[in-house]
């Protein structure tokens, strides 16, 4: 099994994951793109675990901090998510430009 | 120089060095003394209880002293004395010196000026006794005599000026003593500035000889042109500068015009100043640079004209004065072309003792008019008469007086005029120059006149009754005094000068000079005949003016205009004002004024305005607009870019993701290629 | 047919479920199928990583990933009154995230094809325990971050709570309603 498929389907899945970050308004949403771009992170992880034999199974090792690290990261997120809502009324990601010039 | 002969001639190896006297290295002293007791009598002076007199006194008795006692060392056969200590330097050619030069020259000035400033000091102690401003008198006194002894004792041409125009400085604030009056103060300025006029060329003429000698020593300077070093036309046009210092200073013609009038100053000064002492300077100096002279071309021969031009026609202004101290004032004019002239023809020694036996008689003439001003407490003859009764001793010491300057045997006037006389015979006769025998004519006319002038101020002041107002009275002791002693020195010193036995002419000679206007006594033609024409003139007066007879009008004549021309004093002095005191005053001045604030302030405030006219634009339009602009600009671009800058802060989160997303790729591609 | 044939046919499939899922979920104008759509892709990737010889990590994902984190974003969709059916999610800079994505996508996929021409994964030979060896690795060599990431969670966890938290002053709203709390 060639393992540029496993890396090249990593590298779609991460850009998709970067256009859903950049393109979408729902703030949910871009948290959802942003599990894609961290499990294509994971499947690259494991394609290499399993390509370097030798290296053993760290790989798959750091792709399990890798999930547990998304998890926590979700979670804070949309504790984020739910206060702007109850302060802003809207999860429009383009109203919150309270930064802009 | 002149002892090194005389050395010579007695011993049989010549000396580099003679023997110099003992004190002789100190006659710096003897003007030293006088300038010290001006500044007493300067910050002193008022507190003490005679006012000052007794410092100045005090420093002239010991310069006399010094001096007598100088001079018999030298007399007794030491040498001169040259002594110079530098002032400053400019580079390695221009030295400035202080130096004293001590000889035979120097000696007989010393003897005169002491004396006579000596007995000026005692004489004034009654004379300006109820002055108000007697210690700034005697004050000015001391210092007079300090720089007149100092300009005779110089040994360079440099210290010589600075002692000459001292002299004339206090010749100024001692004509104008009596400033209140304007016409006092006028007359001091007009001495000034005339003497100034003089002077300029003179110091023209110390300019030249540096030029052209590269020194200022006087010795040097003679002992040069003696060489023929520096000679020619330059030396001739030198020489005759220098002669414009004797002009202006010793009062001859053209610049003879403020002597007349200096006599606005108390008389004691006349006497000092304008007859002894300050007025001789002038012949002095020639005689000090005879040798010059002598080498200098035609120079000489201008000094005898111009001398014999001075002397007659001061002597025939002397003729119709009034005023007494007038007449002796152009008696003094006419005495010192007598002493010029005499130099002029070649008659050194014969020059030199007229000034010396001058000294003494017209010191005595002028103290004894001032004896008559004080009793009669005018000027003018016209209020004088009859004074022989009323005041003998001041009588007798005139009388003395006037014979001697008339030139009777046995005064001193007529063994130093006569040697003047045969010196101008023998220079004609020898030289057959034209000069020459102007000046042996001028001197036997004005021989004449002299006499005859002070035989009308005589009579006039002396018999016929008494015109004034109230009875005079014979002065005090302190004036008649120092008449007594210049009488005495009348008819004595006349004997030093006697021919061929006389020490005179061995004191004051100059190599080719020896005995020269002195052999020609042997002739007893030429005394007996200036003492006949002395004597006829004497009688012409008598007549005249005593006993009235051959009474000639002359206003009523075809020669009225001569009386108007004498009476106007030739016109001299309207020409001076009307031909250059007022244009420069009113034109030249004005002129001068014109051309400061136009031309000078013009050239100010235009810089100014220039200036202000470059600054204007500068800072409207470089200032302001350029640099400004840049500064302004560069803010200004600042402050644009960042506005259009920050458009990119949109405040949306994606934007600036998606900015980071594109630049890690292109990152990413940089690297991968890269490497 | 070989395995590696087969492997081959599971790979594609795979890789096609991923891949339409993946676009779904960022092109989706309904959230709550996104949030569908992202199960599809997660149970997609367990699937190559049973592949994978991977099957501990497979089983994980399914169970935190699409157990706990997609539950996680449907409850943030329901509190945030997420609307039902279509609605606008797409903002302006569509265009620009699609060029951002493609040249993420060329230069990373180019790079790695660049790097790993011709190289394959040996999938035969010898299946280990992979649950016990990852246990083994966790406990002995990666122990220390183990444990930070516990400590991370912790963390999460902790501020999770204090962020979402009601503000606890008397008289305060304690609605979720927006209205009340909201500051301007």
Known sequence: MPVSFFLVLSALLFSIGVYGVLARQHAVLVLLSIELMLNAVNVNLVAFSAYLQDAGLAGQVFALFVIAVAAAEVGVGLAIVILIYRNRASVDVDDLSLMKW | MNLLLFAQEHSEEVIESSKQGFFSDFMWLVPLLPVLSFFVILFFGKKLKDRGHSVGIAALSIGLLLSLVGFVELAAGNAAVEKSWTWFELGEHFHIEFGMNYDFLTGIMFLVVCTVSLLVHIYSTGYMHDDKRYTIFYAFLSLFTGSMLAMVLANNMMMLFVGWELVGVCSYFLIGHYWEEKENSSAAIKAFITNRVGDTGFLFGIFGLFVLAGTFNINELNHLAEEGTIGGTSLTIVALLLFCGVVSKSAQFPLYVWLPDAMAGPTPVSALIHAATMVVAGVYMTARMFILFEHAGSALDVVAIVAAITMVLAAILALIQDDIKRVLAYSTISQLAYMMAALGVGAYTAGVFHLFTHAFFKALLFLGAGSLIHAVHSNNMSDMGGLKDYMPHTFRTFMIGSLGLAGIFPLAGFFSKDEIIGGALRSASESHQAAAWIVLIAAIVTAFLTALYMTRACVMTFWGPFEGEHEPHESPGSMVTPLWVLAAATITVGFLGFPIIGPFQDWITVPGHEHHGFETLYNIVLPAGATLVALAAIGLGLQLFLFKKWRYDILASPFAWTYRLVENKYYLDDFYLKGIVRPVQYKLSAATYWSNQKILDGAVNGVAAGVLAVARPTYAVIDQQVIDFAVNGAAGLTGYSGGLLRYIQSGNVQRYAAFLFAAVAGFVALFALTS | ?184
């Not at chain 3, 180019?110 to 011709?118: L, N």
């Open chain 3, 1 to 184: 047919m070989t395995a590696a044939v087969y492997q081959q046919i599971v790979f594609w499939v795979l890789a096609v479920v991923i891949g339409f899922s993946a676009i779904r979920v960022v092109t989706s104008s309904n959230v709550i199928h996104a949030a569908l759509y992202l199960v599809g892709t997660l149970l997609g990737a367990a699937g190559m990583y049973i592949l994978l010889v991977a099957e501990f990590v497979a089983w994980v994902q399914v169970l935190v990933y699409v157990g706990a984190i997609v539950v996680l974003m449907l409850f943030g969709l329901m509190l945030t009154r997420a609307p039902i059916g279509k609605g606008k999610y797409d903002n302006d800079q569509r265009p620009l995230a699609a060029l951002c994505a493609a040249a993420v996508f060329g230069v990373t996929s180019w790079i790695m094809i660049d790097a790993f021409e011709g190289k394959s994964i040996d999938l035969s030979g010898n299946v280990r325990s992979t649950a016990e060896g990852i246990g083994d690795l966790i406990f002995s060599k990666y122990v220390l971050p183990f444990e930070v990431v516990s400590m991370l969670l912790l963390a999460a966890l902790v501020g999770a709570v204090v962020i979402a938290r009601r503000d606890p002053s008397p008289g305060a709203d304690t609605r979720s309603a927006p209205g009340k709390g909201v500051q301007e």
